[in-house]
């Protein structure tokens, strides 16, 4: 069946906990960290000293149906790097922060800019370094080959691996709770023999 994700993450969605639907409905801005979570965590040196990084196609594509719904989506990382940049202007990622050693001054830094509210934001991460934003996010997210200890301050676990899919899964969850999901999908289900309106 064509449509078995999306039928399987309708069931999860009726059979998930109020508290959380509430965190994720206000959600106007997804936050990500990069390596670990749009990346398998892993970084490859070439050897005039530049990184490759492998990201996944499905989580862009995930990050791209958020934003034809009107949900930013930001990425602070505490690493710099050049293929992080192209990712971000292959996505039209604007807000991108990059060496953000402390990430919880470029979170605020968004908030100000954006004078979105806590609530109003998720964030995704995999490691200490991403607690403090986590703390703060109304809807924060880790992944499961995070460090563990980051799990408590989890409103939500993926099932997905970071850069396995696991913006992906979130990106759909997001849209399903807000009631956006059957937009997004109409344009693929549109009947391609008819002319666009």
């Not at 039928?7 to 801005?29: C, F, G, H, S, Y």
């Not at 009107?70 to 602070?76: M, R, Y």
């Not at 408590?152 to 807000?178: D, N």
Request: charged share 25%; net charge negative; hydrophobic share 40%.
């Amino acid at each position: 069946m064509s449509d078995s994700k999306a039928v399987t993450w309708a069931q999860n969605i009726d059979a998930m906990q109020d508290e959380l639907k509430q965190r994720i409905l206000p959600v106007r801005m997804m936050i990500f960290d990069v390596d670990g979570v749009l990346t398998d965590g892993g970084v490859i040196y070439t050897d005039d000293g530049s990184e490759i990084k492998r990201f996944d196609v499905q989580d862009g594509h995930g990050i791209k149906l958020l934003q034809r719904a009107g949900i930013e989506v930001a990425l602070i990382s505490g690493r710099a790097c050049r293929a992080v940049e192209q990712r971000a202007l292959g996505l039209g990622i604007t807000r991108v922060y990059l060496g953000s050693t402390v990430k919880i001054e470029a979170y605020e830094q968004i908030l100000a800019d954006t004078d979105l509210k806590e609530h109003e934001t998720g964030f995704m991460g995999d490691d200490l370094i991403d607690i403090p934003v986590m703390r703060r996010a109304g809807f924060a997210v880790a992944v499961p080959n995070g460090a563990p200890h980051i799990f408590p301050y989890a409103h939500y676990i993926t099932r997905a691996s970071g850069g396995r899919g696991a913006a992906r899964e979130v990106c759909e969850m997001i849209l399903q709770v807000q009631g956006r999901w059957k937009s997004v999908m109409e344009r693929y289900l549109a009947d391609p023999r008819k002319p666009a309106r």
